[in-house]
C-alpha cells in the first residue's frame, strides 16, 4: 500500500469485527513500530496486547468513568468537539464495546529513557513523548497497511497506577496510550477530515505567508 494513502486513510476505527486479530498480523505491524526515531536512540516503548476477556472488562470500566464526563460536556456543547453528533455517537459506541474489541495494546514507556529537554517551562513538558508517539504513529500505520483498524485513546491515561497495577508494568515505566485493534466493521475513510495546509506552514517567521505549493 502506498505510504500517503496509509496516512491519508488510517481513520479511528470504532466499529470492530470479532475476528481474532492472529499474532503473525500483529508482530507485523510491532516490527515496524519500533523504526520510529526516538531521543538517544534508547528505544523506551513497550507494548502489552491485552486479548483477555476480564482484563478488556476492566478497562472498559475504567474509560467509561472518563467518557460519561466527557461525552456530557459534549453534548452540552461545553468542550469542543471537532465533529457531528453522528461521531460523537460512534465514540460513544465504541466506549461501551471497548471490552468486545478483540485486542487492546497498552503502549508503555520506560521513563528514564526519555530524553526530556522541556520539563522547566511553565507550560505542560510534551517532548518526552517524542520520544514514544512516533512509534505509536507507526505502529498505526502497518496496522493499517494490513487492514487492521486501530484507535488511539489516551482516557485511560488517567488510571495508570490501576492500569499498571492490573498488567504488571513496573515501576519506572508510564503508560502513554491504549490502542483498540481488529479488523474494521465498516469501510476504510477515503480521505480524513484536516484543516488544508495553508494557515499551518509558514516560510521563515511564524504568521508569514506559506510556502508555495
Ligand atoms: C491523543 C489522542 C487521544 C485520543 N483519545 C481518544 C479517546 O479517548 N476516545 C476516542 O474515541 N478517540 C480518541 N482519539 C481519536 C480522535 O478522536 C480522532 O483522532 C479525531 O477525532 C480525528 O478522527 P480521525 O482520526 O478518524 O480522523 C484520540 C486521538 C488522539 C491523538
Redesign the pocket.
Known sequence: MDLVEAIES???C?FYKSDPVPDSVLSKAFDAARFGPQGGNRQPVRWVVVRDPATKTQLKLW?LQP?RAYIANARKGAISF??ASR?LDA?DH??NHLDEVPAIVVVCAEIASLHVTDPDFDRPSVVGGASIYPSVQNFLLACRALGLGT?????LCAFEPQVKDLLSIPAGFLTA?HIAIGYPARPF?KK???HPVEGMVFAEKFGTPPIAK
Open positions: 488510517a481513520g479511528t470504532r474509560y467518557w471537532s465533529g461521531l465514540a465504541f466506549a484507535a488511539l485513546t489516551t482516557l496510550a475513510p480524513l477530515q484536516r
